[in-house]
T-cell receptor, first 110, second 115 residues
Framework: RKEVEQDPGPFNVPEGATVAFNCTYS??????FFWYRQDCRKEPKLLMS???SGNEDGRFTAQLNRASQYISLLIRDSKLSDSATYLC???????????FGAGTRLFVKA | DTAVSQTPKYLVTQMGNDKSIKCEQN?????MYWYKQDSKKFLKIMFS???????INETVPNRFSPKSPDKAHLNLHINSLELGDSAVYFC??????????????FGPGTRLTVL
Protein backbone atom coordinates (compact mmCIF):
# COMPACT_ATOMS: atom_id res chain seq x y z
CA ARG A 1 0.00 0.00 0.00
CA LYS A 2 1.33 3.45 -0.87
CA GLU A 3 1.98 5.79 2.03
CA VAL A 4 -0.33 8.43 0.58
CA GLU A 5 -2.91 7.59 -2.05
CA GLN A 6 -5.09 10.01 -3.96
CA ASP A 7 -8.02 9.70 -6.31
CA PRO A 8 -6.82 8.91 -9.81
CA GLY A 9 -7.47 11.77 -12.23
CA PRO A 10 -7.94 13.68 -14.25
CA PHE A 11 -11.15 15.38 -13.20
CA ASN A 12 -12.83 17.34 -15.98
CA VAL A 13 -15.56 19.65 -14.68
CA PRO A 14 -17.47 22.67 -15.99
CA GLU A 15 -17.14 26.08 -14.40
CA GLY A 16 -19.34 26.39 -11.36
CA ALA A 17 -19.20 22.70 -10.48
CA THR A 18 -18.36 21.30 -7.08
CA VAL A 19 -15.55 18.76 -7.05
CA ALA A 20 -14.20 16.61 -4.23
CA PHE A 21 -10.78 15.00 -3.91
CA ASN A 22 -10.01 12.18 -1.53
CA CYS A 23 -6.76 11.00 -0.03
CA THR A 24 -5.80 8.20 2.36
CA TYR A 25 -2.59 7.72 4.31
CA SER A 26 -1.10 4.59 5.82
CA UNK A 27 0.80 5.81 8.91
CA UNK A 28 -1.67 6.33 11.74
CA UNK A 29 0.94 8.34 13.67
CA UNK A 30 1.19 11.00 10.95
CA UNK A 31 1.22 14.43 12.45
CA UNK A 32 0.26 17.13 10.01
CA PHE A 33 -1.65 17.27 6.77
CA PHE A 34 -1.88 19.66 3.88
CA TRP A 35 -3.23 20.24 0.41
CA TYR A 36 -0.83 21.80 -2.07
CA ARG A 37 -1.52 23.04 -5.55
CA GLN A 38 0.92 22.71 -8.44
CA ASP A 39 0.46 24.51 -11.73
CA CYS A 40 2.08 23.18 -14.88
CA ARG A 41 5.87 23.61 -14.81
CA LYS A 42 5.71 25.45 -11.49
CA GLU A 43 6.59 24.64 -7.91
CA PRO A 44 4.00 23.31 -5.45
CA LYS A 45 2.37 25.92 -3.23
CA LEU A 46 0.38 25.47 -0.07
CA LEU A 47 -3.38 25.60 -0.63
CA MET A 48 -4.41 24.88 2.93
CA SER A 49 -3.54 22.98 6.07
CA UNK A 50 -5.97 20.29 7.18
CA UNK A 51 -7.26 20.01 10.73
CA UNK A 52 -9.42 17.43 12.48
CA SER A 53 -12.06 20.07 13.07
CA GLY A 54 -12.20 20.81 9.35
CA ASN A 55 -11.32 24.13 7.86
CA GLU A 56 -12.63 26.36 5.15
CA ASP A 57 -10.99 29.04 3.05
CA GLY A 58 -13.42 30.69 0.68
CA ARG A 59 -14.54 28.09 -1.84
CA PHE A 60 -12.22 25.44 -0.43
CA THR A 61 -13.01 23.10 2.46
CA ALA A 62 -10.63 20.51 3.87
CA GLN A 63 -11.47 17.69 6.23
CA LEU A 64 -9.38 15.19 8.17
CA ASN A 65 -10.68 11.93 9.60
CA ARG A 66 -7.91 10.44 11.73
CA ALA A 67 -9.87 7.28 12.55
CA SER A 68 -10.24 6.45 8.86
CA GLN A 69 -6.88 8.00 7.89
CA TYR A 70 -8.65 10.00 5.27
CA ILE A 71 -8.31 13.57 4.01
CA SER A 72 -10.61 15.40 1.65
CA LEU A 73 -10.70 18.63 -0.30
CA LEU A 74 -13.91 20.17 -1.60
CA ILE A 75 -13.89 22.93 -4.18
CA ARG A 76 -17.16 24.77 -4.71
CA ASP A 77 -18.07 26.98 -7.67
CA SER A 78 -15.02 25.89 -9.69
CA LYS A 79 -13.20 28.56 -11.67
CA LEU A 80 -11.06 28.16 -14.76
CA SER A 81 -8.13 29.26 -12.61
CA ASP A 82 -8.61 26.23 -10.34
CA SER A 83 -7.20 24.02 -13.10
CA ALA A 84 -4.06 22.52 -11.60
CA THR A 85 -2.74 19.41 -9.87
CA TYR A 86 -3.78 19.02 -6.24
CA LEU A 87 -1.34 17.23 -3.97
CA CYS A 88 -2.25 15.58 -0.70
CA UNK A 89 0.66 15.89 1.75
CA UNK A 90 1.33 14.08 5.02
CA UNK A 91 4.13 14.61 7.53
CA UNK A 92 5.36 11.59 9.41
CA UNK A 93 6.09 11.57 13.15
CA UNK A 94 9.08 13.73 13.94
CA UNK A 95 8.04 16.12 11.23
CA UNK A 96 11.01 15.88 8.91
CA UNK A 97 9.72 13.43 6.35
CA UNK A 98 7.03 14.68 4.04
CA UNK A 99 5.09 12.31 1.81
CA PHE A 100 3.36 13.70 -1.26
CA GLY A 101 0.52 11.89 -2.96
CA ALA A 102 0.80 11.38 -6.70
CA GLY A 103 -1.58 14.30 -7.27
CA THR A 104 -4.96 14.67 -8.89
CA ARG A 105 -5.21 16.74 -12.03
CA LEU A 106 -8.20 19.06 -12.31
CA PHE A 107 -9.37 20.62 -15.55
CA VAL A 108 -12.12 23.23 -15.27
CA LYS A 109 -13.77 24.01 -18.61
CA ALA A 110 -15.76 27.04 -19.68
CA ASP B 1 12.37 39.25 -2.60
CA THR B 2 12.55 35.54 -3.47
CA ALA B 3 11.96 33.30 -0.45
CA VAL B 4 13.58 30.13 -1.82
CA SER B 5 15.87 30.41 -4.81
CA GLN B 6 17.62 27.74 -6.83
CA THR B 7 20.30 27.92 -9.47
CA PRO B 8 20.49 27.02 -12.22
CA LYS B 9 16.92 26.83 -13.49
CA TYR B 10 17.90 24.58 -16.38
CA LEU B 11 20.79 22.15 -16.58
CA VAL B 12 21.61 20.09 -19.65
CA THR B 13 24.60 17.81 -19.41
CA GLN B 14 26.14 14.58 -20.64
CA MET B 15 26.08 11.23 -18.87
CA GLY B 16 28.99 10.75 -16.53
CA ASN B 17 29.41 14.43 -15.70
CA ASP B 18 29.28 15.93 -12.20
CA LYS B 19 26.97 18.87 -11.50
CA SER B 20 25.71 20.96 -8.59
CA ILE B 21 22.47 22.72 -7.83
CA LYS B 22 22.41 25.52 -5.29
CA CYS B 23 19.55 26.48 -2.98
CA GLU B 24 19.12 29.41 -0.64
CA GLN B 25 16.24 30.48 1.58
CA ASN B 26 15.78 33.81 3.32
CA UNK B 27 12.85 32.78 5.50
CA UNK B 28 14.89 31.95 8.60
CA UNK B 29 13.75 28.31 8.52
CA UNK B 30 15.76 25.60 10.24
CA UNK B 31 14.73 22.79 7.91
CA MET B 32 15.45 22.38 4.22
CA TYR B 33 14.63 19.62 1.75
CA TRP B 34 15.45 18.29 -1.68
CA TYR B 35 12.75 16.66 -3.79
CA LYS B 36 12.83 14.94 -7.16
CA GLN B 37 9.86 15.15 -9.54
CA ASP B 38 10.10 12.64 -12.32
CA SER B 39 8.45 12.54 -15.72
CA LYS B 40 5.29 11.07 -14.19
CA LYS B 41 5.10 14.17 -11.97
CA PHE B 42 5.52 12.19 -8.77
CA LEU B 43 7.22 14.35 -6.13
CA LYS B 44 9.50 12.34 -3.87
CA ILE B 45 11.57 13.53 -0.94
CA MET B 46 15.30 12.88 -1.23
CA PHE B 47 16.85 14.61 1.77
CA SER B 48 15.81 16.59 4.80
CA UNK B 49 18.21 18.79 6.78
CA UNK B 50 17.57 20.40 10.14
CA UNK B 51 20.03 22.96 11.51
CA UNK B 52 22.60 21.82 8.94
CA UNK B 53 22.31 18.18 9.97
CA UNK B 54 21.05 15.41 7.71
CA UNK B 55 17.81 14.01 9.12
CA ILE B 56 16.30 12.07 6.25
CA ASN B 57 18.03 10.27 3.40
CA GLU B 58 15.45 8.44 1.38
CA THR B 59 17.56 5.66 -0.12
CA VAL B 60 19.07 8.02 -2.60
CA PRO B 61 22.16 6.70 -4.47
CA ASN B 62 25.36 7.96 -2.91
CA ARG B 63 26.13 9.75 -6.17
CA PHE B 64 23.87 12.42 -4.68
CA SER B 65 25.54 14.38 -1.91
CA PRO B 66 23.78 17.27 -0.20
CA LYS B 67 25.79 19.90 1.62
CA SER B 68 24.52 22.51 4.03
CA PRO B 69 27.18 25.16 4.73
CA ASP B 70 24.70 27.07 6.91
CA LYS B 71 21.00 26.98 7.75
CA ALA B 72 20.08 29.16 4.79
CA HIS B 73 21.75 26.99 2.14
CA LEU B 74 21.35 23.41 0.99
CA ASN B 75 23.24 22.47 -2.13
CA LEU B 76 23.00 19.23 -4.09
CA HIS B 77 25.97 17.71 -5.85
CA ILE B 78 25.47 14.85 -8.26
CA ASN B 79 28.35 12.67 -9.45
CA SER B 80 28.47 10.48 -12.55
CA LEU B 81 25.11 11.61 -13.90
CA GLU B 82 22.86 8.94 -15.42
CA LEU B 83 19.95 9.19 -17.84
CA GLY B 84 17.54 8.32 -15.03
CA ASP B 85 18.60 11.41 -13.11
CA SER B 86 16.72 13.56 -15.60
CA ALA B 87 13.94 15.22 -13.60
CA VAL B 88 12.96 18.46 -11.94
CA TYR B 89 14.67 18.96 -8.58
CA PHE B 90 12.95 21.16 -6.03
CA CYS B 91 14.46 22.66 -2.93
CA UNK B 92 12.13 23.62 -0.08
CA UNK B 93 12.26 24.95 3.45
CA UNK B 94 9.95 25.01 6.43
CA UNK B 95 9.73 25.71 10.11
CA UNK B 96 9.29 22.66 12.32
CA UNK B 97 7.48 22.74 15.64
CA UNK B 98 6.33 20.07 18.07
CA UNK B 99 3.38 19.57 15.75
CA UNK B 100 5.62 18.70 12.83
CA UNK B 101 6.71 20.54 9.75
CA UNK B 102 4.68 23.56 8.79
CA UNK B 103 4.11 24.96 5.35
CA UNK B 104 6.93 24.17 2.96
CA UNK B 105 8.09 26.89 0.62
CA PHE B 106 9.49 25.59 -2.63
CA GLY B 107 12.07 26.99 -4.97
CA PRO B 108 11.21 27.31 -8.67
CA GLY B 109 12.87 23.99 -9.50
CA THR B 110 15.89 22.96 -11.55
CA ARG B 111 15.09 21.04 -14.71
CA LEU B 112 17.96 18.58 -15.22
CA THR B 113 18.33 16.83 -18.55
CA VAL B 114 21.00 14.17 -18.92
CA LEU B 115 21.88 13.28 -22.51
Amino acid sequence: RKEVEQDPGPFNVPEGATVAFNCTYSNSASQSFFWYRQDCRKEPKLLMSVYSSGNEDGRFTAQLNRASQYISLLIRDSKLSDSATYLCVVNTPGGFKTIFGAGTRLFVKA
Amino acid sequence: DTAVSQTPKYLVTQMGNDKSIKCEQNLGHDTMYWYKQDSKKFLKIMFSYNNKELIINETVPNRFSPKSPDKAHLNLHINSLELGDSAVYFCASSAVTSGGAGEQFFGPGTRLTVL
